[in-house]
């Protein structure tokens, strides 16, 4: 007996894939600007802006 999954089936799995890559997409660049944010001084403001910027650009 074989396993047969209709077409249908198999492009669930391509629709979930996407939604993972975007996800990762999206932890990364909020990663990023955690990242940012630490190795910013705290009296910066533009430093600050960087970062916010980068968040902006990314998502």
């Known amino acids: 007996m074989h396993n047969i999954m209709s077409r249908n089936q198999l492009n669930e799995w ?3 894939e996407s939604t993972v890559d975007q996800f990762e997409t999206e932890m990364d660049s909020i990663n990023d600007y ?3 944010l630490i190795e910013c ?3 910066q403001s533009t430093c600050k802006r960087i970062c916010r910027d980068i ?3 990314t998502s």
Do not use: G, K, V
């Open 14 to 16: 391509r629709h979930f």
């Open 34 to 36: 955690y990242e940012c």
């Open 41 to 43: 001084d705290d009296t």
């Open 55 to 57: 968040l902006s650009t």
